[in-house]
């Protein structure tokens, strides 16, 4: 859902040709398979299409090729803060709803939960909310990456 979400939000920032969105399981017990069907229901009821997604894992080699990988839960920041350590990488890893505004400042200093929710086991009501926080997250990321590009102009 959320590199649905992100990408659109980089095309609609015409930054497209900058930015390369995709996405990767730290698992592979998925790969191959389409999205969940209730994440393709949830996507396209708010307008985007989630259909052509296929999971598949993350390989450690893709550090050198990404400025940022982001997590969305502490268990996956974890394993990937792991495989980066042993490739030697120094990739930027973080959690999605860091970037949140919401959560920004003082919350999230404080300890708040920073982790998107698995809906697997919920209802179709989780799905939507979990896609609200990833637009919101995604939002932010957004600003994050612009802020990152007019750096290096």
Do not use: K, N
């Not at 649905?4 to 040709?17: H, I, P, S």
């Not at 999205?35 to 985007?48: H, I, K, N, T």
């Not at 009501?125 to 990152?148: K, M, S, T």
């Amino acid at each position: 859902m959320a590199e649905v979400v992100f990408r659109r939000l980089v095309d609609q920032a015409g930054l497209g040709e900058q930015v390369v969105v995709d996405s990767a399981g730290t698992g592979d017990w998925h790969a191959g398979d389409g999205a969940d069907p209730r994440a393709v229901r949830a996507l396209a009821e708010a307008g985007y299409d989630g259909a052509g997604h296929a999971a598949r894992q993350f390989e450690a080699g893709w550090f050198a090729e990404r400025d940022l990988v982001v997590a969305l839960d502490a268990g996956h920041l974890r394993t990937l803060r792991s495989w980066a350590r042993a490739a030697g990488a120094s990739t930027e890893i973080r959690l999605l709803r860091s970037f949140d505004p919401e959560l920004a400042g003082a919350l999230a200093g404080a300890g708040a939960d920073l982790d998107v929710a698995d809906p697997y086991y919920d209802g179709r009501a989780a799905f939507a909310h979990i896609l609200e926080q990833i637009e919101r997250a995604c939002h932010g990321l957004l600003d994050h990456v612009r802020a990152e590009l007019a750096a290096v102009r």
